[in-house]
C-alpha cells in the first residue's frame, strides 16, 4: 500500500523548504540581500537626515548644509531605488524558478504514483495543488526571504538610529515589542489554518468541476443541471466564507500592528516633547526619532503580513512535502531484474487481494495460463474479473500468493520489463489530444509510420481512419474529433498490435459495441490473440467460446473452469449465465456464428 508520511513541525518544513528549494538559488538571493541591505540603509539614512535639516538648516540657518543634504537625499534616492529594482526582480525570478522546480516535481511524482494512490485522490484535488499549492508557497518563500532581508533589515537598522539618537526614548518604544510579536503568532495561527481549509475546499471545487465538466452527457440526460448548478454553488459559497475569514485575519493583521506603532509615537510624543521643552535634547533629534518610528512602520506592517502568508505557505508545503513523500507501494525491489521471457505463460499461486477499503476482491485463486493460449474469465459483475487482470501487469500486488510470468514472480522483476511484456486493452481507451497517428504510436513509442498504418490495418481500424477528415493526421480526443465506441476500441486493439507483447490482456474490449461493430473488433482481437498468451474478461460469453479454457468467477473465486462445452455440460452458474444471455438476444448463437 501506499505509505503516507505525517505532518511536519514547523522548524521542520522550513528546514526542508531552505534546503530543498531555496538553496539551489543561493547566489542570485545573497545579491538581493545585498540589494536589500542597500535599500534598508537608504531609509535609515533619510530618517537620520531630518536631525542635521531641523538643527543646521531650520535652526542654525546654515546654506551649504542644505546644499549637501538636498544632494544626498538625490544620491540616496537614487541608489535606493536602483537596488530596489533589482532585488524585486530577482526575488521574483527565484519565485517564478521555486514553482517551476515544485511542478515538475510533483508531477514527476503523480507519473510515478500507483493506481491504489490514483483512486484515493481526486485528480480535481490533485490539479488545484499543482497550481496553487505551488504558487502560495512561491508568495511565501519570496515574501519570507524579502521581509528577512529588507523589511527585517530596515526595522534594525531604524531601531539602531533610535537608540544611537536616545537610547532613553528608544526603551519606550521597546515596551510594545512584546505585544506586537504576540498579536503576529495569533494572526499567523489563524491563517495557517484558514488557508489549510480554504484550499481544501478549492480542491473540493476543482474535483466537482472537472466532474462536471466531464460528466456533461450524463448530467444532461438525467436533466440534473440545477441539482448541479445547486451542488457547486453550496462549494462556491463555502469556499467564500473560508476566504472571506482569510481576507479579514489578513487585513486585520496590518492595521493592529499599526494602532500599536501609534501607541509607541504617543508615548515618545509625551516624553520626547517634555525632553525638547525642558531643553535635555534637540528639536532636530526628536523630529529624526519620530521620522525614524514611522519608518518602521511600513517595514513592521509588512512583517506581520508576511507572518500570515508565510503560515499560508508553511501549510501549503506540507500538502507538497506530503505528496512528494508518499512511496508508491508498487515499484521496483531493490534487486530487481529484469523479466527473462520465454512464452509468456501465466500462473496465479493462491492468490488473495483486498482492496484499501477492506473490500476482499480475491480468494485463494490458482490459475494457469500456459504460453500461447487463451483463457477467458467470466462471472458476474463485481466478481473480480478485473481485480484478477490487473495483478498481472502490477497495477495492484496481491496481499497472499503470487503472480508468475514464465515462473518468475513479477514483484521480483523490474515493473518495465513486466508492463512492456504485456498490452492491454480495456473497455474505456484513452486518447489524447493529438493525432490518429500520435495516438497508436503511444503503443510503441518510435514506431515508423509504415507500422503504424501496418498496425491500424490489422485493429480493422485503417478504413475509418482514411475517412476521417485528415486521415492518420486527424487531431482526436478531447480537444479534436470524436470517434465512436468501436473506432476508440479498434485504435485501442491497434496500439497493443503495435506493442506487439507476448502477454495480452483484454478487459471487455468489445462490451460497448454492437453487432456489426463488435464482429468488425473481434475479428481483430482473434487476429491479435494468436500465438499470445491471453486473458480475456467478457461479459458476453459468446465471445469466449473459443477460449482454451473458460474461468468462471463469483466472488472472488474460481468456481468452475473448463473448455465451453465442458462447462455446458456441467450445468453450473456458466451454464445458467449462458441460457440467460441466449434468451435475452439470442447473442449466443449469433456470436457463435461470427466466430465460426
Ligand atoms: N478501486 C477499488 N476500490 C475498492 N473496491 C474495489 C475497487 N475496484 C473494484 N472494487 C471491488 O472489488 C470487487 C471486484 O471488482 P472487479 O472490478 O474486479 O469486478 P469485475 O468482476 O471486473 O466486475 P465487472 O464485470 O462489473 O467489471 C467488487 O466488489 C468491487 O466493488
Ligand atoms: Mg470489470
Redesign the pocket.
Known sequence: MTETPKTASTSALVGRLVRDEVRPHGWRLALAALLMGVVAGGTATNAWLMQPVLDKVFVEKDTTVLGLIAGVILAVALARALASYGQAAIMSEVGMRIVAAIQARLFGHFMRAD??WF?ANASGKLISSFLVDAGLLRDAVARALTGLAKDALTVVFLIGLLFWQDWKLASVMVLVLPPALGLTRRFGRRMRKASTRAQEESGTLTALLSEHLQGARMIKAFGLESQAIARTKAAIESRLHNFMKLGRTRAAASPSMEALGYVAVAAVVMYGGAEVIAGRTTPGTFFSFIAALLMAFQPLRSLASMNASLQEGLAAAQRVFAQLDTVPGIRDAADARPLVLGGGAIRFEGVGFT???G????DRIDLDVPAGKTVA?V????????????LVPRFYDPDEGRVTIDGQDVRKATLASVRGAIALVS?DTTLFDDSVQANIALGRLGASADEIVAAAKAAAAHDFILGLPKGYDTVIGEGGVALSGGQRQRLAIARAVLKNAPILLL??ATSALDTEAERQVQGALDRLMVGRTTVV?A?RLSTVTGADRICV?DG?RVIESGAHRELLARGGLYARLWALQGAEDGGAQAGQRARA
Not at 473490500?359 to 480475491?362: G, I, M, N, V, Y
Not at 462471472?379 to 490487473?390: D, F, Q, Y
Open positions: 493506481l491504489a483512486h482492496y484499501a477499503d473490500r476482499r476482491a480475491l474469465l462471472g458476474p459483475s463485481g466478481a473480480g474479473k478485473s481485480t484478477l487482470l490487473n473497455q478487459d471487455e474478461v461479459h468467477l472472488g
